[in-house]
């Protein structure tokens, strides 16, 4: 299983500012409640996930708002590793190897992708399907289709 850090990273920033947000309180308001000196530009930029967080550091913050370390990264593990509804998983390695011409927009765009990002695996939610389907001239069922088609292909090598 790879990881795909950039993602990660941003899951665990979404799932630390929820979890501030559901105790309605201010970065100031968290920063108050740690024992460590954070400047709230560093808490933002761990909710933003611009930053990596230490174990130590994420185990302050999770105590500091009364959650399990391991109940907020088995929350983050499943939004990573698991394929959430309306999203498709997508390996963008197998999209570059792939030979049909309709998908030349989709295979050009995951050549740029793989360039920046750490795994070749993402996830799409059905609007980018709906878009990079109207690129590539075919409907999204129809692109929908194809990419399973890939994924089979790839899971049986």
Known sequence: ML?????????LGEELRKLRKRRGWTRKELNER??????????????LGTRQCSVVRLVELCLAMDEQPQDLL??????VFTDEPGR?????TRVVADDQPELLPLRRWAEDRLGQASSPEVQLDLSALDRM??????????????????ASIGAST
């Open 3 to 11: 990881i795909d850090a950039d993602a990660y990273q941003r899951v």
């Open 34 to 47: 740690l024992q460590s000196d954070i400047s709230l530009q560093t808490l933002a930029t761990y909710e």
């Open 74 to 79: 088995a929350r983050v593990h499943r939004r």
């Open 88 to 92: 498709i998983r997508l390996n963008l």
């Open 133 to 150: 389907a109207e690129l590539c001239g075919i409907d999204t069922a129809d692109l929908l289709a194809r990419l399973e088609k890939l």
